[in-house]
């Protein structure tokens, strides 16, 4: 499966993004989606995953209540709605793709990456 990232932009610190990510082939609705995010001299980190049929969601902790993971399977396409952006959310965000029932919340697990969308929070 490809995919491509979209979405990011320059926002004020408290304002909302919402990243999309479109995927190519129709096995989409069979994969977990995640979104990862790399700032500027750190690792990537994860940040959401949902499941193949959208039932279920996980966050981490920096950024649950702010941020929601979804998806339109009719649309081959992961949403990341940021809302309450803060500077330290300044990252390129990535969607990935794995093939599995469960959700995974480690890099390694994914097998499919889109290229990043740079996300970027001024104070």
């Known amino acids: 499966v490809q995919l491509q990232a979209s979405g990011g932009g320059l926002v004020q610190a408290g304002g909302s993004l919402r990243l999309s990510c479109a995927a190519s082939g129709r096995t989409f609705s069979r994969y977990v989606m995640a979104w990862f995010r790399q700032a500027p001299g750190k690792e990537r980190e994860f940040v959401a995953a949902?499941?193949?049929?959208?039932?279920?969601?996980y966050h981490a902790d920096s950024v649950k209540g702010r941020f929601a993971i979804s998806r339109d399977n009719t649309k081959n396409t992961v949403y990341l709605q940021m809302n309450s952006l803060v500077p330290e959310d300044t990252a390129v965000y990535y969607c990935?793709?794995?093939?599995?029932?469960?959700?995974?919340?480690?890099?390694?697990?994914?097998?499919?990456w889109g290229q990043g969308t740079r996300v970027t929070v001024s104070s």
């Open positions: 949902i499941s193949s049929s959208g039932g279920s969601t």
């Open positions: 990935a793709a794995k093939g599995t029932a469960s959700l995974r919340f480690r890099d390694v697990d994914y097998d499919y």
